[in-house]
């Protein structure tokens, strides 16, 4: 089998001197997060912010062709509360051009270790200024939950601010270390959103999960400074305190699959199929199941440029 290599995935020598060293890989296994160097520019973390405002403005390039029943999507009607939006890299082509820049899916490929990264979801959020908005706060949680139809453990999602982000602001935060954990307590309603649940069950489980593993509940606030971003595995616990700075924090929860990742029927104990949000905007592959390979939900981020070019998405194989 020939090799070809790919130029739109190729990086420059600087670029490469942004990845993640053998021993970031090794914290990131560790620890389940990791805080990257400078992977943008002043001027492209401007151009993001600007491309938020021209969103929440009304612009869009493109809408969903059908409103998934689990959508976030906030509006001016919903007033001042913590805005998310989702399908941000789908609707608008400002920030998915700075959002699909290949070196943010080459560090993730040397995290997870893997060859290829795709874009799984993209959540515009706005924290406002509010110290006392009960939905500035994010409690306790891991994505893998809501990804439950997906095959892989080595799914990661990028956090992207704006600007200089720290613990004033109600920056993320990381309990180190849990992505390791074997857990305990799980049942159908950790399927659903942090959202839709109560914060106090979450604080228990965290607690009882840490309890279960003999580990102590260690928490990391990213301090994220302006053209960086932390990553996180799957299934390492996070949330995020209120926003007390007086400024908006601005950012973007990236969510990205692995190469292997595919669609799995998942089954509450009810005996209804879960479904994610994508499932009823993805094309079909032959045997019916949603495809989390479809390009134009879930576009191709980075791939190793010396990769196979066999023309094949993995789960087609």
């Not at 299934?235 to 669609?263: C, E, K, V």
């Amino acid at each position: 089998m020939s090799l070809s290599v790919t130029p739109q995935f190729a990086l420059t020598d600087d670029e490469r001197a942004l990845l993640p060293s053998d021993a970031d890989v090794e914290s990131y296994a560790e620890h389940g997060w990791y805080l990257s160097k400078r992977l943008f520019t002043d001027d492209e973390v401007d151009e993001l912010l600007a491309a938020s405002e021209r969103y929440y403005a009304g612009e869009r390039d493109r809408g969903l062709p059908v409103r998934p029943p689990k959508l976030a999507y906030w509006d001016p009607s919903k007033g001042e509360v913590q805005r998310h939006n989702d399908y941000v890299h789908y609707e608008h082509d400002g920030l998915a051009r700075l959002l699909r820049k290949p070196l943010i899916g080459a560090v993730a490929a040397a995290l997870a270790r893997t060859d290829e990264i795709r874009v799984f979801q993209s959540t515009l959020i706005y924290k406002p200024p509010i110290a006392a908005e009960p939905t500035n706060v994010v409690p306790w949680h891991f994505d893998k939950h809501y990804w439950s139809t997906c095959t892989s453990d080595r799914m990661l999602t990028a956090f992207i601010p704006f600007h200089d982000c720290g613990e004033e602001m109600g920056t993320i935060t990381m309990v180190d270390g849990s992505h390791r954990w074997r857990e305990i307590g799980r049942d159908d309603s950790m399927t659903r959103h942090f959202a839709e649940r109560e914060a106090r069950d979450l604080d228990r489980l965290l607690a009882d999960n840490a309890a279960y593993n003999g580990a102590e509940v260690v928490k990391v606030p990213m301090i994220i400074p302006k053209g960086h971003m932390s990553f996180h595995h799957c299934r390492t616990y996070h949330g995020s305190p209120s926003n007390r700075s007086g400024l908006p924090r601005r950012t973007i929860s990236f969510h990205l699959q692995d190469g292997q990742n595919a669609y799995r029927k998942f089954v509450l104990s009810t005996g209804e199929v879960l479904a994610y949000n994508h499932d009823v905007l993805v094309r079909l592959l032959a045997d019916g199941r949603p495809d989390y390979s479809d390009p134009e939900f879930c576009p191709v981020l980075w791939r190793n440029p010396r990769r196979p070019a066999d023309g094949h998405h993995p789960q087609e194989v």
